[in-house]
């Protein structure tokens, strides 16, 4: 490759990246999506055959894979001829992937039909089409996730229990010490190369606490556009793994991987800004809350139940949803008031939001953040109400989400006005890949079945 043509083409990547490379040859580059799931998919090459393409293919059954990798067959014409998508490279999502041998570059891509077209039911895709009404309306949402995970001892039987790792003292962490600095230090090593390779990817980590289970960590993100966010949570959860790997331990964001300790979320704090002035469309003049505020309240007050299968995708997410369980099970709303399913944090008036706590850490960040960004929309669209906020705790409150993924699946099917705003292609997709995954979840027999009704009944 001709020496003027690398330098143009480094000049397309992010300056964080071409700091960390400093001088050095990309060795290979990762050419990633996401899949339904959020699974990262695509195809590695040496940085000499990637500068020559200027897309490449995959086949569009990418999309209609189970989380156990099945295939889901659809009512679709010619599905099994695998027909191929275009993949063009967004350099803007262009990082490091600071954990390989090699000097590599990573990036995700932009999935288009033969015409130029997006893929209506890629993830990514998804969101930017909500984004888009968004700004149809002059509006640009603004969201921050919240991000939980356990970091566990190695589990390489599938039949054994979940367990927390062992320390740096050398003692395994079996105690709940929320916000525990000590317990932060008893895994710094983790934290520490979660750092460095944030760093090394252009990753602002806004801050890192201990969470409220044995060996549970808490990262949150700055403020900033849906889509950009959605992509550092897909980046995240790989680097969040490495990170551990390197340090004998896994790294898990299953949403309750232990039946003692509490599950793990991703709040998403949101709001929205007028786009010709930059000002918080859920604060007035007087830093008082606005119409628009109080619809976006209500819209996710009312929708989100029929989106809850995207915030909670899989049958293990409904286990977080336990009274008392540090989990919503209600949408009720109140200021700084973290029993309900709907928070509005302290703040000064151009920093108003509203924190959806309902989301697990299991979810796929694209199809997470289209849905409750869909719900906020549907209302102020709608102009609906919310209910009064509540003062106290909420966990007493009805029940407002679905028992379990079968149920939160019939509630999707019955919403057409979700199913206009996520189109009818994603929609339909979706609803069946999840069935299948219940379908086939329902065929194993656990061990509770085992030890209780073997010989009892």
Not at 51 to 77: C, K, N, W
Not at 247 to 262: G, I, S
């Amino acid at each position: 490759m001709p020496a003027d043509s690398a330098i143009q083409f480094l000049d397309r990547l992010p300056e964080t990246f071409r700091e960390w490379l400093a001088g050095r040859r990309i060795e290979e580059v990762e050419c990633v999506i996401a899949d339904i799931a959020g699974v990262s998919r695509g195809k590695a090459m040496p940085y000499a055959k990637f500068v020559r393409e200027d897309r490449m293919f995959l086949p569009t059954s990418i999309f209609h894979q189970t989380i156990a990798g099945d295939y889901v067959d659809m009512d679709i014409a010619n599905q099994w001829t695998e027909s191929d998508m275009v993949l063009k490279p967004d350099y803007d999502t262009a990082t490091a992937s600071p954990w390989a041998e090699d000097v590599t570059l990573q990036v995700i891509h932009n999935v288009e039909d033969l015409a130029g077209r997006p893929i209506s039911v890629a993830p990514r895709n998804v969101l930017k089409r909500v984004v888009e009404l968004y700004e149809e309306e002059g509006w640009r949402p603004v969201v921050a996730p919240e991000m939980e995970f356990y970091l566990i001892k190695p589990n390489l039987n599938p039949n054994e229990p979940i367990e927390p790792p062992v320390g740096r003292t050398g003692r395994q962490m079996v105690s709940r010490q929320a916000y525990s600095m000590s317990a932060v230090d008893e895994y710094g090593k983790v934290i520490d190369d979660i750092y460095e390779f944030a760093e090394a990817q252009g990753f602002e980590i806004d801050t890192i606490i201990q969470e409220g289970g044995a060996g549970q960590v808490e990262i949150n993100l700055l403020h900033g556009d849906p889509i950009k966010l959605a992509d550092q949570v897909f980046f995240f959860k790989r680097t969040i793994r490495e990170a551990a790997l390197r340090n004998n331990c896994f790294a898990t964001f299953m949403a309750k991987p232990m039946q003692e300790e509490p599950g793990s979320a991703m709040h998403i704090h949101q709001s929205v800004v007028d786009i010709r002035t930059g000002r918080n469309i859920f604060s007035d003049a007087k830093g008082e809350p606005t119409k628009a505020f109080y619809s976006f309240l209500a819209g996710q007050q009312r929708h989100i139940p029929t989106v809850v299968c995207m915030l909670a995708p899989y049958v293990n997410s409904y286990r977080r949803y336990v009274p008392h369980g540090s989990a919503p099970i209600n949408l009720e709303w109140g200021p700084d008031n973290r029993t309900t399913g709907l928070r509005v944090p302290i703040s000064e008036p151009h920093a108003r939001r509203i924190e959806n706590r309902v989301v697990g850490m299991d979810c796929n960040p694209y199809l997470a953040l289209a849905a409750s960004l869909a719900c906020g929309y549907l209302g102020m669209k709608s102009k609906l109400k919310p209910r009064e906020p509540v003062a106290g705790e909420a966990y007493h409150r009805p029940r407002a989400l679905p028992r379990d993924l079968l149920a939160a699946l019939d509630l999707f099917e019955e919403c057409p006005e979700i199913t206009a705003v996520l189109g009818a292609e994603f929609c339909s997709l979706y609803k069946a890949i999840k069935r299948d995954e219940v379908e086939t979840f329902l065929r194993v027999i656990s061990p509770w079945e085992r030890d209780h009704l073997l010989l009892n009944v």
